[in-house]
């Protein structure tokens, strides 16, 4: 069956630190795949797009890394504070459709 | 440059009653998607539109929900005669080109609570 998945339990980081989330996936061959952030209460915010021919994309101190044979993407925080706490969510393409992971609470401690 | 605007932001029905909620994609944006989301779970994708056309309603129940994107005016998702259980967020994403290759540009929500 198609699956897609993320760290279901909290991720906690100290300040400073490199935070690195999870989306593994089974049973797609997307195209494209996206990170988004949810803080609690508000919709989901666009982070990084990455192709499949893109190894590594990167955004100030965001890292997306897309390994189509591992069938996983990567996302870091690097020198994490603790504004970037919040929810993180991985999202693929599948047939011109987003389809969403159920996120990861990524939590950075002063 | 406005966002994607939705409202109301926070609904309360009786059961059995009509709720009705309306979403306003970003300028320049024809594609309107909507999704539901529970406490502590993932987005679920419900519909695809664009103006005037549903696009893909793979995720929506096929009682009581429906919804529509006319050529003029917002998207509109509409639940007739609710339950308990259709208590949730419902959140619309708005972008600029078909689905999956670009970003899609969220509203802030509106939350539904059936009594």
Known sequence: SQKIEQNSEALNIQEGKTATLTCNYTNYSPAYLQWYRQDPGRGPVFLLLIR?????????????????????????ITASQP???????CALEDNYQLIWGAGTKLIIKP | ???????????VRRRGQEARLRCSPMKG????YWYRQL?????????YLQ??????????PKERFSAEFPKEGPSILRIQQVVRGDSAAYFCASSSAGQGIYEQYFGP???????
């Open chain 2, 29 to 32: 944006h024809s594609h309107v």
């Open chain 2, 39 to 47: 406490p502590e779970e993932g987005l679920k994708f419900m519909v």
């Open chain 2, 51 to 60: 103006k005037e056309n549903i696009i893909d309603e793979s995720g929506m």
């Open chain 1, 83 to 89: 504004a970037d706490s919040a929810t993180y969510l």
């Open chain 1, 52 to 76: 499949e021919n893109e190894k590594e994309k990167r955004k100030e101190r965001l890292k997306v890394t897309f390994d189509t044979t591992l069938k996983q993407s990567l996302f870091h």
């Open chain 2, 109 to 115: 929500g509106t939350r539904l609570t059936v009594t």
């Open chain 2, 1 to 11: 440059n406005a966002g994607v605007m939705q409202n109301p932001r926070h609904l």
